[in-house]
């Protein structure tokens, strides 16, 4: 029952409320720091939510003129620079963005395994494709996994390039899961991070990491460059499992 619900989203938010504040500080660079967005100059964030991705980037490149925010739901916060951005209402079933001119990003992050189905995420990414000038890229964050565990070496390259504290331990320990067990892991962390957003759409949509490539392979783009930042050392209880694509469209 709708009541029912309500009472348990709030009481579940409390307890992630008050989990994260007792967490450890993180010292570690956010995450969407490893991304360069040195040579773009228009940016849109699909399922931008409350600006968390366009105000850091808004702070790091003046160069960018132009960002479009685009969601399901109002504007719910404001931008750093109303200047230089737009907000884009649309449908939770759109597949086709209303922005007019060509962008040299697409970024997309921890939005798809919210979108209606499939087909959708198959439809955005062709939206996409349209959206981006000829050497524009597509950056994807998710939570999923790749075919193997980050050895240390990639720990150890996610510290010193990027200055992310990658937890080997837990990280290891999620990938001895089986999948289906690392899906359940990564869903209920999503919904307790999550919970308090009412109108966010449960549609289950979760692949792993190559099944992601694959999809994006099917509407014309190329894997550039991956990263596996596993369970991080000091997460402050955010989406645990983070893994980062940028793509490119093929050229014909």
């Known amino acids: 029952r709708s009541g029912d619900y ?3 989203r709030q009481n579940c938010n409390r307890i992630f409320i008050a989990h994260q504040k007792q967490a450890v500080k993180s010292t570690e660079t956010d995450p969407l720091d490893i991304i360069d967005l040195s040579t773009v100059r228009r940016f849109a964030d699909i399922g931008a939510n409350k ?4 105000n850091f980037y808004m702070r790091k490149y003046p160069q960018i003129e132009q960002f479009y925010a685009i969601d399901i739901v109002p504007q719910q916060s404001h931008f750093h620079d109303k200047n230089r951005g737009t907000y884009l209402q649309v449908s939770p079933t759109a597949s086709e963005f209303p922005v007019t001119e060509k962008v040299d990003c697409v970024h997309f992050r921890f939005s798809l395994h919210h979108f209606e189905s499939l087909d959708h995420i198959r439809r955005a990414f062709a939206n996409a494709s349209e959206m981006l000038t000829e050497d524009g890229m597509l950056v994807l964050w998710e939570e999923t996994f790749s075919q193997n565990a980050p050895d240390e070496k990639t720990i150890e390259n996610n510290r010193t390039n990027y200055g992310i504290r990658t937890d080997a331990d837990l990280t290891h320990r999620f990938y001895a899961l089986s999948k289906q ?4 892991f990564i869903i209920a962390n999503d919904w307790l991070v999550n919970v308090n957003n009412a109108h966010m759409p449960w549609t289950g949509q979760h692949y792993s990491f190559d099944e992601w490539t694959s ?7 190329t894997l550039q460059r991956s990263y596996n930042l596993g369970l ?5 209880l955010k989406q645990g499992v983070h893994m980062c694509g940028i793509f490119t469209k093929k050229r014909p």
């Open 6 to 8: 309500d009472t348990v």
């Open 181 to 184: 067990q690392r899906w359940e």
């Open 215 to 221: 999809l994006l392979t099917e509407q014309g783009f």
């Open 232 to 236: 991080r050392v000091s997460g402050r």
């Open 51 to 54: 600006h968390g991705a366009i």
